[in-house]
């Protein structure tokens, strides 16, 4: 017969905490030539601390990973869409569109180990 077990894989943190994070956005939408061009125009911003990362341990340990707090990350960006009504008639609708985005991610604080 088998023998049965538990086998830890982990190693528990007690400092661990939950992630917080906060986010602003701002944004504004625009038509202009009777709704011939219209727009979005949008800006975000989001501050996360207390990261959760998952670490691996030198395998002599007899153990695997252990999760903790990273740090600080913020990542922001802006977003822009237009789109064009060149036809619009009963019979014929031409139209096009294109949006841009910019992503910016940073780690704002390492805590020390």
Known sequence: MGDTGV?????????LKWEITTQKDIGIEFAV???KIKGEFGYYQKDTKDVLYQTELASSSGLYTVISNLGNTQNNGIELTLNFDLINKKDLKWNFGFNAATANNKIVKLNSS
């Open 7 to 15: 086998v830890p894989l982990r190693i528990g943190n007690p400092d």
């Open 33 to 35: 030539l009777n709704n």
